[in-house]
């Protein structure tokens, strides 16, 4: 067993890696694995190409970068230690992008005129807003439902005159990194 060079053990050892280097830093950011790919596949056979993207996300462009720093350090550890070679081939790397002030006041100040609650958020997710920002000014405007999942339900606030109407939200987006992570015997 000790000679084996199992890329799921190493893949797992990394995901876990992830989480912690995230959860190690104060404050909002994200950081999540949505799918490991495992080769062959087969009950009988040690697992010798694994792949998983890595997501981290946050506002603070430094904190980001130091985050996928650590985590890729954590990696390399985990070859050292299970004797695999890891590849990391980055697939989106986006800078954070702050909302505009005016926009954010004109979008606040419409739903209060309409009678609704308003907070801002910062948005862990990647959109498209990010882009946009690198033109133009930008803001975003969310209305969370009972039904998403992506927003906590404690942030489901009701309408001020309504029991069941969503709180939308204004808020600037995060700076990420979408990265592909391969583990393959050496």
């Known amino acids: 067993m000790n000679r084996r060079q199992d890329a799921l053990a190493a893949a797992a050892k990394d995901v876990l890696a992830v989480r912690e280097v995230v959860r190690a830093e104060k404050g909002t950011q994200v950081g999540n694995v949505g799918f490991v790919r495992v080769e062959p596949g087969a009950i009988n056979v ?28 954590k990696f390399q550890e985990t070859d050292a230690a299970e004797n695999v070679t890891t590849v990391c081939t980055a697939t989106d790397d986006t800078k954070p992008a702050r909302a505009n002030p005016e926009l954010q006041a004109a979008i606040r100040e419409a739903a209060q005129s309409a009678g609704l609650a308003t907070m801002d958020i910062p ?50 987006s995060c700076s990420s990194i979408n990265a592909s992570i ?3 015997k050496q």
Do not use: C
């Open 182 to 184: 391969t583990h393959l």
């Open 123 to 172: 948005s862990f997710a990647g959109q498209d807003a990010q882009e946009l920002a690198t033109i133009a000014p930008m803001a975003m405007i969310f209305v969370p439902s009972k039904m998403a999942s992506a927003i906590p339900p404690k942030n489901l606030l009701p309408r001020k005159t309504s029991p069941t109407a969503p709180k939308p939200y204004t808020e600037p």
């Open 46 to 73: 040690v697992p010798g190409r694994v792949e998983f993207p890595v997501e981290i996300r946050d506002l603070d462009d430094a904190k980001f970068i130091r985050m996928w720093n650590t985590a890729q350090k």
